[in-house]
Each structure stands twice: as structure tokens, then as C-alpha cells.
DNA sequence: TATTGTTATACTCTATAACTATA
DNA sequence: TATAGTTATAGAGTATAACAATA
């Protein structure tokens, strides 16, 4: 199930990968892993991604839709069938009776921490063949990508740290 | 429809993110790229993801369902509607009457020349936050993080360089 | 009137199982 | 008998449009 070769990109002309062409194999090397983890836990990337951003968040059905990238009736169905599964609860919101908010149950969060756990052991063997030199290196450059990219666009890197839960008002 | 946030990983505690939080995060920016260009030619990623395999390949069937990873009666399903937008076509085999190669249409080749050219123009527009110095750090790292792993599976990072397609057989 | 969430509907993507035609 | 491909069927995931309840 998991994508080995990145397909779009790398036409394969040149003896050495361009960096938009490693990346691309990278993502989908890194989005493989965890499409392969979440699926040993029966769980595809969509709910996967439902339960990781519901760790740090009590979110409303519309708040969800947003941090998924999602139209509003995508996450009715996402939320059903993960509420049929026991991993989530819908609650209704006392601040605005036409809202509801959506919770991890503990049997959902211990999947998703399960799933987490798998995900980073999986992409950390993937490093392993590195010097640490180059880790580090590596952690930094993207770092510094990652955050500037996110300070570009106004974006909360670290969203939960300051203030607790609904960030994105 | 571009993923945002990384979701899954990066439960955030810290102020510094981890290598595998980053790999994280950078997988899903790239792959939301690739979504939204994919998305402006009116293709899905699978699409996109089936062009790209056919732009170096004539194969049957068969062979692009272990490609792509997918069940042969997935991939039915993939080409019939690719080939109903005239992207790809039927040949029959001449060789075992039983197997029918797929191949990209000019109009094929053209789309995915086109998804192609903008996933390497938006790609390249993340990276223009990096100094060149770094950019070229990352390109020498992620090279050899990829180069390693492939080796490591006996896989073949450059399938079209020297023989002629059909490499996985 | 505007917003929140659900429902109805339709299409893509995916798999399993059964089938046809060839080998 | 085994392999290549398709069909039938089922389910997840997604969107648009229409709706009910609440603001």
C-alpha cells in the first residue's frame, strides 16, 4: 500500500537527483511510512490526521474543517465513522447550541500515540543510514525552512504552546 | 484542498522541532503542492501519480499495478477514466494476448509536462526562503539519505537510464 | 439574514471475489 | 492449471447543493 517510487517528478534523466526531485521522493517516502503505520492500526492517513490534530484540540465541527482542509460535510463523515469506531465523541457545545465540539476518547488517543510511536521509529530507521553530522544538519535546514515558510504565511507553527486549544480563530 | 498543518506528528511540546516532526511537516508541504498543482489540470494525485509512471514506461497492466502499488482491478478503474479523458491508451500486446500495455497520449504527455513544470516552480518557491548555501546542503543530504535507503532495499533509483523500461520485471 | 451542522447525491479511489480469455 | 485483465460489489473519502436549527 505504500507508494515506493515518487512517479511525477524525477523523469530520470540526470546521474544525480535535483533537490526538488529528492524532496519529492522524500515526501513520499515519509507520507508511505505513515500511510503503512496508520494502515497496522487499521486506520487510513485521513483518520490518522483526524486523531493527531484532535490531540491538542477541542475543536468545532466547522474549526475542524479548516485545520483538515476539508468542506464541512467531508468531516461529518469523517467524524462518524471514527465515532463508530469509539475513537472520537461529538459534544455539544454549551456556548452556542447550534455548534458541536469534537473529542478523542482514550481509546482513540491511545491509537493515534501508538500510531505516533510507530511513524517516528519507522522514519528514524530511514535516518539511520546518515552520519549524525548530516542529521543534525538536516534538522536544522529544515527547521529553518519549515519556519520561515510558516512565518511567510502567517501561520502558527506551534500552536499549542502559548495559548490552550482553538487556535485558528 | 492542500493539507496544511502536519497533524499526525508534532504533538508540540517543544520550541525546536525534531528531525522526524520536520520530515513530517516538510512531507505534507510538499505533498500538498503536488495536490494543489495536480488539482489546477483538473487530476488527482493518483492521476498525476499514473501519468507521471507512464512519461518513462510502456507497461501492462500488471506491471503498473505493482508500480503504483495498487490491485490490478484498481488500476482498471484508473485507466478506464484516464482513457475516457483521452489521456492514456489501450494497446494490445503483440506478445501474450492476454496483456494490454498503457500508454500516455500527446495530450497525456502534455498535462503531465505541465503538473510537472509547477510542481518544481512552487517547490522551488518554498525553497527560495533557504540561503543557497543550505539548498545545496540539503540537496548533497537528502540525495544521500535516498541513495542509501534504495540501496539498502535493492531498489533502482535512476529505472530509466539504462535499459530501456519495463524495469520491474 | 447568516452560520452550524447534517443529509442527499455523485464521483474518485481502493480492495476482494468471481469471471473470461489466453498461456 | 496459472496468469492477465475486467466486472461486480462494497466502502472510504471528497465535494456541491439543499435543508433544519440556532444566532
Redesign the pocket.
Known amino acids: 500500500?505504500a507508494p515506493t517510487s515518487a512517479a511525477l517528478p524525477a523523469s530520470g534523466e540526470r546521474e544525480q537527483l535535483s533537490l526538488v526531485d529528492g524532496l519529492a521522493q522524500l515526501s513520499f517516502a515519509v507520507h508511505g511510512v505513515l500511510e503503512s503505520r496508520a494502515a497496522d492500526l487499521d486506520?487510513?492517513?485521513?483518520?490518522a490526521?483526524?486523531l493527531g490534530v484532535l490531540r491538542d484540540r477541542l475543536p468545532?465541527?466547522?474549526?475542524?474543517?479548516r485545520l483538515?482542509?476539508?468542506?464541512?460535510?467531508?468531516?461529518?463523515?469523517?467524524?462518524?465513522?471514527?465515532e463508530?469506531r469509539g475513537l472520537v465523541a461529538?459534544v455539544p457545545?454549551t456556548?452556542?447550541?447550534?455548534?458541536?465540539?469534537v473529542k478523542l476518547t482514550d481509546e482513540g488517543r491511545d491509537l493515534v500515540a501508538s500510531a505516533a510511536g510507530g511513524f517516528a521509529a519507522e522514519v528514524s530507521a530511514l535516518l539511520e543510514v546518515l552520519p549524525a553530522s548530516d542529521r543534525e544538519a538536516l534538522a536544522a535546514i529544515v527547521s529553518r525552512l519549515l519556519v520561515a515558510n510558516a512565518a511567510r504565511r502567517g501561520l502558527d507553527l506551534f500552536p499549542a504552546s502559548g495559548s490552550r486549544d482553538q487556535s485558528t480563530r
Do not use: F, H, P, W
Not at 486506520?43 to 483518520?47: A, G, W, Y
Not at 456556548?95 to 465540539?101: A, G, I, M, P, W
Open positions: 500500500m486506520l487510513s492517513v485521513t483518520q490526521r483526524l468545532t465541527m466547522n474549526e475542524l474543517a483538515l482542509g476539508l468542506d464541512k460535510s467531508s468531516v461529518t463523515g469523517l467524524v462518524d465513522r471514527a463508530r461529538r457545545s456556548e452556542d447550541k447550534r455548534s458541536v465540539l
